[in-house]
């Protein structure tokens, strides 16, 4: 069974880091797309960034919101995916979601917050 | 960056039929956009319901199905259940970015 979990979330300052993590299981990460989604406490989903799948070209895509802060990246050997989260502010607040668009599969989720 | 629109919310009978719409601001959704249905019910975390205009996954209720109507894309529920209440969201790829609409919040009564 495809399944996905994310851990890593927590507290943090702003202009703090963090990296959240994403287990996948039941299918081979390289081969998938996959999709970092937010959303803020109360709002609407939002899209974070993307990474391809290595056979096409393990690309990467981010929202303008994040670019230059966040990172995504994937270890093909542990079948992990990663978000860094660097120079966060109030407004990244939210709960983050890895989540594969093909196998239909979201994780629960993990509650970043960023206060002072 | 494109704005993906959807209704702000929308009820519907029980046993009823419903379509809720996806536009795009840079004009008619195809195919092209990979059109993607989730839904969400409070404190949970969103499910896929539509894949790609018009595939279901396996848990997809039969009672769901997705299409494209009038330029946009469009998740129509036919005999709606208590259980339908939730909030929807559609999704639109470009050539980069990725959009979601801002939600119908969907009230069954």
């Known amino acids: 069974e495809v399944q996905l979990v994310e851990s890593g979330g927590g507290l943090v300052k702003p202009g703090g880091s963090l990296r959240l993590s994403c287990a996948a299981s039941?299918?081979?990460?390289?081969?998938?797309?996959m999709t970092w989604v937010r959303q803020a406490p109360g709002k609407g989903l939002e899209w974070v960034g993307r990474i391809r799948s290595n056979t096409a070209g393990g690309t990467i895509d981010y929202a303008a919101p994040v670019k230059g802060r966040f990172t995504i990246s994937r270890d093909d050997s542990k079948n992990m995916l990663y978000l860094q989260m660097n120079s966060l502010i109030t407004e990244d607040t939210a709960v983050y979601y890895c989540?594969?668009?093909?196998?239909?599969?979201w994780g629960q989720g993990t509650l970043v917050t960023v206060s002072s | 960056q494109a704005v993906v629109t959807q209704e702000p919310s929308l009820t519907v009978s029980p046993g009823g039929t419903v379509t809720l719409t996806c536009g795009s601001s840079?004009?008619?959704?195809?195919?092209?956009?990979?059109p993607h249905w989730f839904q969400q019910k409070p404190g949970q975390a969103p499910t896929t319901l539509i894949s790609e205009t018009s595939n279901k996954h396996s848990w997809t209720p039969a009672r769901f199905s997705g299409s494209l109507l009038g330029g946009k894309a469009a998740l129509t529920l036919s005999g709606a259940q208590p259980e339908d209440e939730a909030e929807y969201y559609c999704?639109?790829?470009?050539?980069?970015?990725?959009?979601f609409g801002g939600g119908t919040k969907l009230t069954v009564l």
């Open positions: 840079t004009g008619a959704v195809t195919s092209g956009h990979y």
């Open positions: 039941g299918f081979t990460l390289s081969d998938a797309w």
């Open positions: 989540t594969s668009l093909q196998w239909g599969r």
């Open positions: 999704l639109l790829g470009y050539s980069g970015p990725v959009v």
